[in-house]
């Protein structure tokens, strides 16, 4: 098992364009994540999702849409980049919402300039 | 809305040393989580703590859970070089949310 894959792991975008970061995981996980992280912060949410079809706003979903249309995949969206949206991004999956643990893929670095 | 903080936010220790972080949530959780994240790596989960009073070992790690079930801490016995990283709880009430962490440095 690969476990939780993103790419890409590093990317510059400069200030109003867009990308998608990709996430896919292959441990047949309900739950998926997305999460910034910030330097020598903790990680907020930005969208997360219980299932193919559904997905849901966390802490910091502005500027960000996301998509979820197998159980595999939850691509994130960044639309019209700006220097605020400079972070580490972790995708991660879990087999469920209660006492499962998270698995995080090894990040996107991308810098907004 | 739901809060998660920790302290310290930094440590530094000599090898050999003891180390503790504290993790205090506003609301009460029905579980936390610890993770832990090496210098530019992901986090990685290291145990769960679901009942009040919970204490859990991993050799070196002991983890607690107040019987309040608001806070937890984790304590690190003779610190070494390989416990480098940032340590992060997580507190489950309606959402799980991140501690803002502890980067703990040891020296050798």
């Known amino acids: ?113 | 809305g739901q809060q998660v903080m920790q302290i310290p936010q930094y440590q530094h220790v000599q090898e050999g040393e003891d180390f503790t972080t504290y993790c205090n949530s506003s609301t009460t959780l029905s579980n936390i989580q610890w993770y832990k994240q090496r210098p530019g790596g992901h986090p990685v989960f290291l145990i769960q703590l679901v009942k009040s009073g919970e204490v859990k070992k991993q050799k070196r790690l002991t983890f607690q859970f107040g019987e309040a079930k608001k806070n937890s801490s984790l304590h690190i016995t003779a610190t070494q070089t390989t416990d480098v990283g940032t340590y992060f709880c997580a507190g489950r009430s309606d959402k799980l949310i991140f501690g803002t962490g502890t980067r703990l440095q040891v020296f050798p």
């Open chain 1, 1 to 113: 098992n690969a476990g939780v894959t993103q790419t890409p792991k590093f990317r510059i975008l400069k200030i109003g364009q867009s990308m998608t970061l990709q996430c896919t995981q292959d441990m047949n996980h309900n739950y998926m994540y997305w999460y910034r992280q910030d330097p020598g912060m903790g990680l907020k949410l930005i969208y997360y999702s219980v299932g193919a079809g559904i997905t849901d706003k966390g802490e910091v979903p502005n500027g960000y849409n996301v998509s979820r249309s197998t159980t595999e995949d939850f691509p994130l969206r960044l639309e019209l980049a700006a220097p605020s949206q400079t972070s580490v991004y972790f995708c991660a999956s879990s087999f469920d919402r209660g006492d499962s643990p998270l698995h995080f893929g090894n990040g996107t670095r991308l810098t907004v300039t």
